[in-house]
T-cell receptor
Framework: KAGVTQTPRYLIKTRGQQVTLSCSPISGHRSVSWYQQTPGQGLQFLFEYFSETQRNKGNFPGRFSGRQFSNSRSEMNVSTLELGDSALYLC??????????????FGEGSRLTVL | SQQGEEDPQALSIQEGENATMNCSYKTSINNLQWYRQNSGRGLVHLILIRSNEREKHSGRLRVTLDTSKKSSSLLITASRAADTASYFCATDLDLQGAQKLVFGQGTRLTINP
């Protein structure tokens, strides 16, 4: 069974640009969660999607958005990039919603650098 | 502020020794999980312990949970160089009916050959 796939793995953007990151969950998993990881703040929860609906959202500005498609693949978008958005963005999938808080399966992440 | 906090922030030991990491949290939980992350990679689930469990084993891993003290510990026995990684505890946080998994800042473990 293929694991969680995130693309792209690395990308460099400049301030003010926008970026879209993609996540393909494990086959059969319907929940996709996104996390931002930085040295200063650690792992911060961004949002969770289940059955194409955002079920939960972390404390991030509206520049951070996401969506989930009918095949459970998810994308997250960050608009008007700021230097502080430089981070490793991790996607995780699970069989059920986070309300069941079972095991999360993580992708390798997308490392975003904002110049 | 973080729901879970690991202690110590960094730990360096010799191969073959045991490594113990601790996690403290603030609110009541349904379960607590431990994850490992190799440098710059994704996280890998190690073990989940439910709030009604006190101890759980998986191979060389032993996890304890003390809900009265709101703390957990992860013990890695007979450490190996391949155990070098960051270790995170994660707890479920219920915010107005919507739960999320909240991670601590992690313990960076270095195993010296």
């Amino acid at each position: 069974k293929a694991g969680v796939t995130q693309t792209p793995r690395y990308l460099i953007k400049t301030r003010g640009q926008q970026v879209t990151l993609s996540c393909s969950p494990i086959s059969g998993h319907r929940s996709v969660s996104w996390y931002q990881q930085t040295p200063g703040q650690g792992l911060q929860f961004l949002f969770e999607y289940f059955s194409e609906t955002q079920r939960n959202k972390g404390n991030f500005p509206g520049r951070f958005s996401g969506r989930q498609f009918s095949n459970s693949r998810s994308e997250m978008n960050v608009s008007t990039l700021e230097l502080g958005d430089s981070a490793l963005y991790l996607c995780a999938s699970s069989l059920a919603r986070l309300t069941n808080t079972g095991e999360l399966f993580f992708g390798e992440g997308s490392r975003l650098t904002v110049l | 502020s973080q729901q879970g906090e690991e202690d110590p922030q960094a730990l360096s030991i010799q191969e073959g020794e045991n490594a113990t990491m601790n996690c403290s949290y603030k609110t009541s939980i349904n379960n607590l999980q431990w994850y490992r992350q190799n440098s710059g990679r994704g996280l890998v689930h190690l073990i989940l312990i439910r709030s009604n469990e006190r101890e759980k084993h998986s191979g060389r891993l032993r996890v304890t949970l003390d809900t009265s003290k709101k703390s957990s510990s992860l013990l890695i026995t007979a450490s190996r160089a391949a155990d070098t990684a960051s270790y995170f505890c994660a707890t479920d946080l219920d915010l107005q009916g919507a739960q999320k998994l909240v991670f601590g800042q992690g313990t960076r473990l270095t195993i010296n050959p």
